[in-house]
């Protein structure tokens, strides 16, 4: 049995709570991501790892050291460091004469990889190359995603998947708009993935709303999809369930039309019309001989003789 697999007792209180962090829970913890450099990888190949990490920092890991590892071979060597660096996204580069500048941007579901995609870097602009001001580390970027590509064909559309899954950080319930100023933008045109990342400036407009500009900041990459190693519609459809829990509880006798509005059904008993109470009035009042006539046919009282 493997070291990673059996099961494991805490015998301190530090190894209990790094355990408990690793339990399965209803609201999962940020994905995070290791950056690993292939046996042969080049400069080109290590400085977009090293810009990638600078942008996803802190849900990032970056191996330093070479690991002689062939992903679409074999992929127990990225099974285990998921395991052991507890990551559920990977982005592998390498370089070699068949495959220059080569990345593999995957993902895991239960410690085994699910989707794998190879990219080629065809251009690369670094964030040093670029002289502008930087966003904070840890910053949420905004993902704009243009082209057909990505909605028509089955692996582009799990590519933007996958680029959703890598970069979109965590989950915040407020958002603030001085907040909103970093953009990740993929365009899929001709064959080829054109990665643009762009801070954005809130410029003074005469009024409540500011004036955006968009400045580049790098990194900026021209990609090109080589390999693809994607799940089956069974076990792609297993890693998007959701536990009971999260599902909201239905609601009976309540609908909802397209416009959103809600409408609720009351079950009530038959009422009885006749003896509906309604408003006194005196031209409502019924005379005495409709009287007479609903109680029988009975004579009215004679009046008193003067």
């Known amino acids: 049995m493997d070291a990673l697999d059996r099961v494991v007792k805490p015998k301190t209180k530090r190894a209990k709570r790094f355990l408990e962090k690793r339990e399965p829970k209803l609201n999962e913890n940020t994905k995070n991501a290791m950056l690993i450099r292939g046996g042969n990888a080049n400069l080109t190949v290590t400085e977009v790892l090293k810009d990638i990490y600078a942008v996803k920092k802190p849900f990032a890991v970056l191996y330093k050291r070479k690991n002689i590892t062939r992903p679409f071979e074999d992929q127990t060597s990225l099974e285990f460091f998921s395991k052991k660096s507890d990551c559920s996204l990977f982005l592998f580069g ?180 006749s003896k509906l109470q309604t408003r006194k009035m005196k031209g409502l009042k019924k005379r005495p001989a409709e009287k007479s006539a609903e109680d029988g046919g009975a004579t009215p009282k004679k009046s008193k003789s003067a």
């Open 94 to 273: 390498s370089h070699n004469k068949k495959r220059p500048n080569n990345l593999i941007i995957g993902r895991m579901f239960d410690y085994h990889v699910l989707d794998m995609i190879e990219l080629g870097i065809e251009k690369f602009v670094s964030l040093k190359d670029v002289k502008n001001s930087k966003c904070p580390e840890g910053t949420k970027p905004m993902l704009i995603f243009a082209g057909d590509m990505f909605d028509v064909n089955e692996e582009y559309r799990r590519l933007k998947s996958l680029l959703i899954d890598f970069f979109r950080g965590p989950t915040v319930p407020n958002i603030r708009l001085a907040g909103l100023e970093y953009v990740l933008h993929f365009t899929a045109v001709d064959g080829k993935i054109y990665m643009r990342s762009y801070k954005v400036l809130l410029k003074k407009s005469g009024c409540k709303i500011p004036r955006i500009e968009l400045e580049e900041m790098g990194p900026s990459l021209d990609l090109v999809m080589r390999r693809t190693h994607l799940a089956s519609d069974d076990l792609y459809k297993l890693s998007l369930k959701q536990p009971k829990g999260l599902k909201p509880k239905k609601k009976k006798n309540i609908s909802h039309d397209v416009f959103g509005t809600t409408y609720g059904r009351i079950h009530m008993q038959k009422q009885d019309l």
